[in-house]
């Protein structure tokens, strides 16, 4: 509790200085939400929700509710590199709060080029305007790894040619803090894959500077703006792990909340897909998921307004959150077990005899994972 | 003396767009270029891995069409295979799909496409009471456009402007003469571009519903699908059921009426009504109703000649790089190609802006490759797919296409402008929503006698195979190309409806869609292009789709990081 109430005082403490700025709008976000029908009830409920899906305490949510009437005061400028915008979508997909309410209550969107209307010289000009003016105090999202081959030739952006190397290292520069939005701009992602002809690299290698790593491909829409409100909150980054991911949202395997963890337990599993077990639900370890080895916290928050995941489509977890995945993880209709636990897979198969034969699994699994967890750092 | 233009990022879009162009002393766009300016190479990393992680990983090459190249990918493999998928897998494939399309295009009509056409700026002088009974006007139960709804959205977006920081809508091209709405009309849009926001969440969950997640869901295997116990779920089915109909509703009531109230708005707005310049037009067979049966037929119509629609012949497609940055001395098709990246970076010269780096237009200038038909430039996209099937008489596309013409009093010719390209996409979006319902009663009668969802694949490592899946994307034709050697893929290469619009001029000097498209057309202001953007918008380019490589056959990998020139 002592590490609690020195996070709610730093977090007090940051929301007096944002009270020191200038407000951005005349009417508070209480009138605002008034005129638009929601009440103190639902803002303090949707505070509370945000406090849990933080792993805080209850009594923090009045700091969420706070934070988020001073948070129109952070300017937001997120940068696209070397990317499939599959994490903006991710973004438009939010819904607590959601991506109208985020834009015009929440945060200032400063350049963002799937949304912004202006484009070219002027879209441009928006950037550099507010890398200017808000030096030192943005927050800095990037979505897309860094193509650093070829003097980073591979990636131009705007009417003057820059290089995305060039641009992520002035933007680096100027933020407060600089959040890798997804595996791409994490780790570099799929074009990292072998034999990564760009050159490929995550922003925490080419920037000097502490970066968040938001991995998943794409992540949920709820861990990216469950951080921003982080960092608006307390005016710090969260606790990482050791790949600097918040532990909030990663401090836990996927196998660990998993719904099909009952039937891993009692050595249920599905053989081929479309098979009785796959329509009973079994688990899918056999089938290839990389939950075991995955840090994320897709079983409790799922996708899209918490309609699915894909364990719960049938699909096996790729491991798309960690760094690497496409090559150590791959291929993926495949237990990672043939790799790296010799000869537990032939356990796994004659369990339907010996029942105890999934805890060996279980093991094996756990011990390959606790390896990672063993050298997490606090941040 | 003419003028050079350049527009880089090309913004509200997917990926890295650069536009150049240059105008003569009356501000008319006398030629045009198209340039992405990023290279990933997705398929040089897909060589070596087993065939049946294409899906996954072909997926990445695009987060917004992202249903489409997993579908797609997976679809060449069992081709090669010779895979038969059972029927219900086939189904699930199609709802995915209609939910990917009614996701899509709305996001693209509303959020990357709109405000070309909408001024928000304007909207904030509106008369909301007015406004409503202009809404009446374009449909009998206007969504989102009472009275108080339109009061709340201007006085919302009104505190927003009033602050002085504008956020995502500063410094755009407001004012610009060629828009056409009144404040009224803007305010109508402008209230269903958040309602859309709304709606486009709801779209997104359908397709999670059977995919796991979006974007890149994850329940497709080559063989079938994954997602078994969704569909034996009658609560889940009614699930996707019931959020098809809420967007299948804002389709007709939003989206269409919209569309109407451009027609009617920008029907005389001389740059919205040229833009279709290359006659060449394509699109496959997609959207499985029943066993045999599609909402969309195949066909090409060379040079304009609806009379006239052949069949894809898949041997007539061929890719060239004459202009683009990489090394071929000739076109090739998607089974045997050779790759080699070859930058040669840009020019400086004078431009409205003064001084910048710019398009090397006489040599190479692009990572998009120019794919040809028989030798000539084809555009794909729902205005093509809309084409291909009038032409065919499939009698749901005829009586879509008549019904608007009739609603908007628009002749046929007017199908053929950029106004023409952006009514299809409603066209089709409406079509997939209204028809896609008898693939999920189709999907409810199989059920009742098959459960089968997947047939497990076999490779034989000492056989060769060569297959290739060809789908309508949300953007058009998409089709990929694989070879599969000793069990692993052994050639890659996709060919998607970015680079068939995007591509740069080929070496009998033939220009793509999109660069045909911008000339001829006047500008306003050349320092505010905006009209170049809402012709470029009106194809909805997907970068990160269009750029790719082609086979890497024979060729030690470390080309590809030593052969290009540094800017």
């Known amino acids: 509790m002592d590490t609690h109430s020195a996070l709610y005082e730093q977090g007090r403490k940051r929301l007096e200085e944002l009270r020191q700025l200038p407000p951005r709008q005349d009417k508070s976000l209480q009138e605002r939400m008034l005129e638009h029908g929601v009440t103190r009830r639902d803002f303090m409920k949707w505070s509370a929700s945000v406090t849990a899906l933080l792993a805080l305490p209850l009594p923090f949510s009045n700091l969420v509710a706070e934070a988020a009437e001073l948070a129109d005061r952070v300017p937001l400028i997120w940068l696209h590199l070397a990317e499939c915008t599959g994490c903006s979508e991710s973004l438009v997909r939010a819904d607590t709060p959601n991506l109208d309410s985020l834009i015009f209550d929440h945060i200032s969107l400063e350049y963002h080029e799937t949304l912004m209307a202006a484009a070219g010289w002027q879209a441009e000009e928006n950037l550099e305007h507010a890398l200017k003016t808000y030096k030192g105090n943005y927050l800095l999202a990037v979505e897309g790894a860094v193509p650093t081959a070829n003097n980073g030739a591979f990636l131009t952006v705007g009417c003057k040619g820059h290089t995305g190397l060039e641009i992520i290292k002035e933007a680096a520069e100027g933020a407060a803090a600089i959040i890798s939005v997804g595996t791409c701009a994490s780790f570099g992602g799929v074009q990292a894959a072998a034999p990564n002809p760009t050159g490929a690299k995550g922003v925490y290698e080419v920037v000097d500077k502490a970066v968040v790593n938001l991995g998943g491909c794409p992540p949920s829409e709820k861990n990216i703006v469950g951080t921003l409100m982080y960092f608006i909150m307390f005016g710090r980054l969260p606790a990482l792990d050791m790949y600097n991911r918040p532990k909030w949202a990663y401090g836990a395997r996927v196998h660990d909340n998993c719904e099909r963890r009952g039937r891993f337990d009692s050595g249920e599993f599905v053989e081929q897909f479309g098979d009785e077990g796959a329509k009973q639900g079994y688990c899918l370890y056999k089938v290839g998921c990389k939950g075991p080895y995955t840090y994320n916290n897709c079983p409790t928050e799922r996708f899209n ?9 049938g699909h096996g977890c790729m491991g798309c959150s960690e760094p690497n995945f496409w090559d150590d993880m791959a291929d993926f209709e495949k237990p990672l077990g043939r790799q790296l636990l010799h000869g537990l897979d032939a356990t796994a198969d004659t369990i339907g005899a010996v029942i105890l034969g999934a805890t060996v699994v279980g093991i094996g699994a756990h011990a390959v994972a606790s390896l990672f967890v063993g050298s997490s750092k606090e941040d | 003396m003419n003028q050079r233009v350049v527009i880089d990022p090309i913004t509200r879009i997917e990926g890295h767009l650069r536009i150049e162009v240059e105008v003569d002393e009356n501000n008319v766009v006398k030629k045009a270029w198209s340039a992405s300016t990023l290279w990933r190479g997705i398929e040089v990393i897909l060589k070596g891995r087993t065939p049946m992680d294409v899906g996954l990983l072909v997926q990445r090459i695009c987060g917004v069409c992202t249903y489409s190249h997993y579908r797609c990918g997976t679809e060449a493999v069992e ?12 189904y699930l494939r199609s709802l995915m799909h209609t939910s990917l399309f009614m996701h899509d295009h709305v996001v693209h009509f509303y959020h990357l496409h709109g405000l070309d056409w909408v001024d928000v700026v304007s909207a904030l002088s509106a008369d909301p009471a007015k406004a409503a009974q202009v809404a009446l006007k374009y449909s ?26 504008l956020g995502p809508f500063a410094n755009a091209y407001w004012g610009n003469g060629t828009y056409k709405f009144t404040p009224e009309q803007n305010l109508i849009a402008l209230s269903h571009y958040l309602k859309a926001l709304e709606v486009q969440r709801v779209a997104a969950e359908m397709l999670a519903i059977f995919g796991g997640k979006q974007p890149h869901p994850q329940s497709l295997v080559v063989g079938g699908v994954t997602s078994v116990r969704d569909m034996l779920s009658p609560a889940r089915l009614q699930e996707w059921k019931q959020k098809h109909d809420i967007v299948a509703d804002f389709i007709e009531r939003g989206y269409k009426a919209d569309v109407i109230m451009a027609a009617e708005a920008f029907g005389g707005e001389a740059s919205v009504l040229g833009g279709v310049n290359v006659h060449n037009f394509m699109a496959t067979n997609d959207f499985v109703t029943a066993d ?9 119509i060379m040079n304009g000649d609806l009379k006239n629609v052949t069949d894809i012949n898949p041997d007539l497609i061929a890719e060239d790089v004459t202009h683009a940055w990489y090394k071929a001395d000739k076109p090739q098709h998607p089974y045997d190609g050779t790759t080699i990246p070859d930058y040669t970076g840009l020019v400086e010269r004078d431009t409205v802006y003064g001084k910048l780096p710019t398009l090397d237009g006489d040599n190479k200038y692009s990572w998009v490759k120019s794919p040809r038909y028989n030798g000539e430039p084809v555009e794909v996209g729902p205005l093509s797919c809309l084409l291909v099937n009038y032409a065919k008489g499939n009698k749901v596309v005829v009586d879509a296409v008549n019904g608007l013409l009739q609603r908007t009093g628009l002749p046929i010719e007017a199908l053929f402008t950029t106004l023409g390209r952006t009514a299809a996409r409603m066209l089709q979006t409406s079509i997939v929503a209204q028809e896609s319902i008898k693939t999920f009663n189709a999907l409810l009668t199989n059920m009742l006698s098959d459960e089968a969802t997947y047939v497990k694949p076999v490779i034989d490592p000492n056989k060769e195979y060569v297959g290739h899946g060809m789908i309508e994307a949300p953007r058009g034709m998409l089709s990929h190309w694989i070879r599969i050697k000793g069990g692993l893929v052994e050639n890659y290469q996709a060919v998607v409806p970015t680079t068939w619009n995007a591509g740069p001029v080929d070496a009998n000097g033939k220009v793509g869609p999109y660069e045909a498209a911008l000339v001829g057309l006047k500008l306003e202001d050349p320092a505010k292009p905006l009209e170049v953007i809402r012709i470029i918008h009106s194809f909805d380019p997907c970068m990160a789709c269009a750029v790719h490589v082609m086979d890497y056959k024979g060729q030690s990998l470390g080309e590809f990081r030593v052969d290009a020139k540094s800017l």
Do not use: C, M
Not at chain 1, 305 to 313: I, R
Not at chain 2, 79 to 90: E, H, S, T, V, Y
Not at chain 2, 292 to 300: K, T
């Open chain 2, 140 to 165: 009998d139960k206007p969504i989102a456009a009472g009275e108080g709804e339109l009061r709340a959205v201007q006085e919302r977006v009104k505190g927003f402007v009033e602050t002085g920081k």
């Open chain 2, 79 to 90: 081709d090669a295979l010779g895979i038969k998928i059972p029927l219900n897998a086939r």
């Open chain 1, 305 to 313: 307004h918490h309609v699915s995941w894909p364990v719960l489509a």
């Open chain 2, 292 to 300: 045999g049966e599609y909402i969309f037929q195949e066909g090409v």
